[in-house]
């Protein structure tokens, strides 16, 4: 089994930061892709942010300059610094990792995180 575990979240006043994180544990041989999406009320859930195994980054356009994608492999944890926040910025954030079991299987699994819930209000 594998767990992800969001923490971070919380109520920031426009203009302010938040930095997620998210940290993957149990029957882990590797991870690929990792990201981020978000899902605010009435709205469908929309990615954020994703990182690949070797650093590459891709961001939606809504929060590019604004959002920092990072990961530390010897951790399996994967942040997201979000700066400049916005109202509408607000939602429940939801990681994601692409998770290989074991050595004897070569098929990545997506996980997701229960979610982290962001609220940019003055």
């Known amino acids: 089994q594998v767990q992800l575990v969001e923490s971070g979240g919380g109520l920031v006043q426009p203009g302010g930061s938040l930095r997620l994180s998210c940290a993957a544990s149990g029957t882990i041989f590797s991870i690929n892709t990792m990201g981020w999406y978000r899902q605010a009320p009435g709205k469908e859930r929309e990615l954020v942010a994703t990182i690949t195994s070797n650093g590459r980054t891709d961001y939606a356009d809504s929060v590019k300059g604004r959002f920092t994608i990072s990961r530390d492999n010897a951790k399996s944890t994967e942040y997201l610094q979000m700066n400049s926040l916005k109202p509408e910025d607000s939602a429940v954030y939801y990681c994601?990792?692409?998770?290989?079991?074991?050595?004897?299987?070569?098929?990545?699994?997506?996980?997701w995180g229960q979610g982290t819930l962001v609220t940019v209000s003055s």
């Open positions: 994601n990792a692409d998770v290989r079991m074991s050595a004897r299987s070569t098929a990545y699994l997506r996980h």
